[in-house]
């Protein structure tokens, strides 16, 4: 099927939407959801064809325009098809970007995970600075950062930490950070001044809803416990803490953040719900891309995807090639979305190249 062709047919079910749901006599209310929701999506794509084979057309136009004639005449309609034609490679990417399978999960919420890798004390340190960043990131973004659980140790590091972070498209922002972080720096406990070299994962998970994944009482084994912490609010003297297990998948939760059981427990069956999500997704992703040799999109967390070089101040994504001299801009969150949107440039350049 040529593009012309792909686009024919998205026009003309844009039409047969807006017939349908005009005339919404006899539909059941999930039914007008469905379509308008899918009338919404499609309009984009109608608005950007519409303006680009208007376009196409007014060059062609001021083309015509300028075999036509000659002198003065001719010579604006040769500027003018000059400055319609340098508008045409970013309409048909728009347009092409819109062709582009959506990944349904983009709009979603997240949920956020840092655990500390290889390294000991230095790792669990970066850990805490990682989840720092991304929390001061989605600040800056305007988006709500939740902690769900934080595991220290001694020093102030972070063994685990988990964050809901809610607002517009943060999965689509945030799901390339999955994967292993590397840090090479001098550790505050280092006395001889030698760089080392740690490590922390990330990974980051769509919000599921109840209705996305099924979860039967029957498959969980759920304990409470008493918390326990580095002190303060992370004591408590009652068993408040929960402990989920998942029993098809082997996947444990644990929650003892809250003082209530109950609160605990809504916590945890929200992360296990994300985590069954997420495995059900790299199922799919799996299958439908077993040949596809880039890390970019697909959630791999066993490849190291980015090195933090204090030292020398740079961080280096390298999926990418990418290399930014400016780590404490990073660090803050500030800078972070230089990575972002050219890992995401990245993702849409490969994806594209699947269409042509």
């Known amino acids: 099927m040529s593009l012309d062709e792909k686009l024919d047919r998205v026009l003309t079910r844009a039409l047969e939407l807006e017939a349908r749901l005009a005339s919404p006599d006899g539909f059941v209310q999930s039914d007008f959801q469905r379509l308008s929701k899918e009338l919404a999506e499609l309009t984009p794509v109608v608005e950007t064809v519409g303006l680009l084979r208007r376009t196409r057309a007014e060059l062609a136009d001021a083309q015509a325009l300028a075999e036509e004639s000659d002198g003065e005449m001719r010579e604006l309609a040769e500027e003018e098809a000059a400055a319609i034609e340098a508008k045409l490679p970013d309409l048909e990417r728009a347009m092409m970007l819109h ?3 959506r990944d349904e999960a983009d709009a979603r919420n997240a949920i956020l995970e840092v655990r500390a890798g290889t390294g000991g004390d230095e790792a669990a340190l970066f850990a805490a600075d990682l989840f720092a960043m991304y929390q001061r990131y989605a600040q800056g973004r305007g988006w709500r950062f939740e902690v769900m659980e934080v595991s220290e140790n001694e ?41 080392h070299t740690s490590a922390a994962t990330v990974a980051v998970l769509p919000e599921a809803e109840e209705v996305d994944v099924a979860i039967d009482d029957k498959d969980l084994r759920i304990d409470v416990y008493r918390s326990s912490g580095a002190g303060g609010q992370h004591v408590n003297t009652t068993d408040s803490a929960v402990r989920i297990t998942h029993l098809p998948t082997g996947v444990v939760v644990t929650q003892q953040d809250e003082k209530s059981q109950h609160k605990n427990r809504a916590k945890a069956m929200k992360i296990l719900r994300a985590r069954l999500f997420d495995q059900e997704r ?15 999109g697909s959630g791999d967390r066993s490849e190291r995807i980015r090195t933090y070089n204090f030292p020398q101040g740079r961080v280096t994504d390298h999926r990418i090639n990418l290399t930014l001299y400016k780590i404490d801009k990073v660090m803050s969150g500030e800078a972070l979305d230089e990575i972002v949107d050219a890992l995401i440039a990245e993702d849409e350049a490969e994806r594209l190249a699947t269409l042509t």
Do not use: M, N, W
């Open 155 to 195: 020093i102030g590091g972070y063994k685990e930490a988990i964050a809901t972070i809610s607002g517009q498209s943060v999965f689509a922002h945030l799901k390339f950070e999955s994967g292993v972080h590397r840090v090479q720096r001098v550790p505050a406990t280092e006395s001889q001044g030698r760089i």
């Open 282 to 296: 790299t199922r799919r992703d799996s299958e439908r891309a077993a040949d596809r040799k880039s890390q970019i």
């Open 99 to 101: 062709l582009l399978p």
